[in-house]
């Protein structure tokens, strides 16, 4: 996966995530959520918005270019990203390796 396409599908997180998946008690699950069928989950990321109205304009159509990079990517790719979300949420909770759940 290019750095450039990973760096793109992630960017909407980085910029919002906080404030987004403020509340949730597993927000990597809601994340995972996202991406892990075959395509972009885009009415998931659309409630999570909703949660946070203000945000809305401000991220959406950056979040919609992500889900069209994640869509276009392939099998292998996909998983790659996947498994860097659980490898992230797994240094941040101090190397536990469950995957998240929904």
Known sequence: ????????IAAP???????????????????????WGPRFDR???????ERRPGYV??????????????DRLADAERDRLRSLILRHRSLLSG???RPATH
Do not use: I
């Open 43 to 49: 009415e998931h990321a659309l409630r999570l918005l």
């Open 57 to 70: 304009p401000q991220v959406l159509h950056d979040v919609q270019r992500a889900a069209d990079l994640f």
């Open 13 to 35: 997180l980085r910029a919002y995530g906080a404030v987004v998946l403020e509340g949730y008690a597993e927000p990597y699950a809601e994340v995972m959520a996202l991406v």
């Open 1 to 8: 996966m290019a750095p450039v396409t990973l760096n793109a």
């Open 95 to 97: 190397g536990d390796n």
